[in-house]
């Protein structure tokens, strides 16, 4: 506690140690008052601040988040190349061709020179 008075004071810290230890019944309220005067401006001082923080934090949010993009855009070309596409239809398709409590019937239709496989399930749940 000393050690804040000193800080307060300054050059007068230890003169008011001094009077606190010699007469604290007219000292004590004096040094509290200024202390209750010095915490209410560091709150103010801090409010201020945290305020200036937060705009400052929200500016940068999304730019902080960019640190990622590099790893994300080479996962995503990866993943929508036809290889890749290819290989997952082809293996939700290995899937569903191996599930035995499901029944498919294959249409297909033939329209300018597409064919397309509709696959109709029947209300059977498959595991």
Known sequence: MFFVIG???KEH?????????RNPAVSVPL???RL??????LREARRSQQRAWNE???KYYLKSLDHQAL????????QLR???LLAEIESAFDEVRLCTYCQFYFLYSVDDEINDVYLNYDDVACN
């Open 31 to 33: 040094v509290l008052h």
């Open 56 to 58: 400052i934090n929200d």
């Open 13 to 21: 810290g230890p003169a008011t140690v001094d009077a606190l230890k």
């Open 7 to 9: 800080r307060l004071y």
């Open 36 to 41: 209750q005067m010095k915490a209410s401006e």
């Open 71 to 78: 790893v994300f855009k080479q996962n995503d070309t990866k």
């Open 82 to 84: 036809s290889k890749a």
